[in-house]
């Protein structure tokens, strides 16, 4: 795995999807955390979560970088 977010081949790697049940108020306080920090609710829960890795010493040395917000970038031909 590559710093770049690829496999060796080049190849995005594959975002894992979650099911979360949290409480609505947690949800909603969460919610507003986010856009008062311009990211998704998502982006948000990702964030803090790494972050809490990193300070336990537990992030792994292959995660990649969070992804970039707004468009991605236009693939060439």
């Known amino acids: 795995m590559t710093e770049s977010g690829q ?18 108020s947690v949800h909603d306080a969460l919610a507003r955390w986010a856009g ?16 809490a890795l990193a300070e336990a010493g537990r992030l792994p040395r292959d995660a990649g970088p969070l992804p970039r917000r707004g468009r991605p970038p236009v693939s060439e031909p």
């Open 7 to 24: 496999t060796p081949e080049g190849r995005p790697r594959q975002r894992k999807q979650v099911l979360l049940r949290l409480d609505p």
């Open 36 to 51: 008062d920090e311009l990211r998704s609710t998502n982006a948000q829960i990702e964030f803090l979560l790494r972050r």
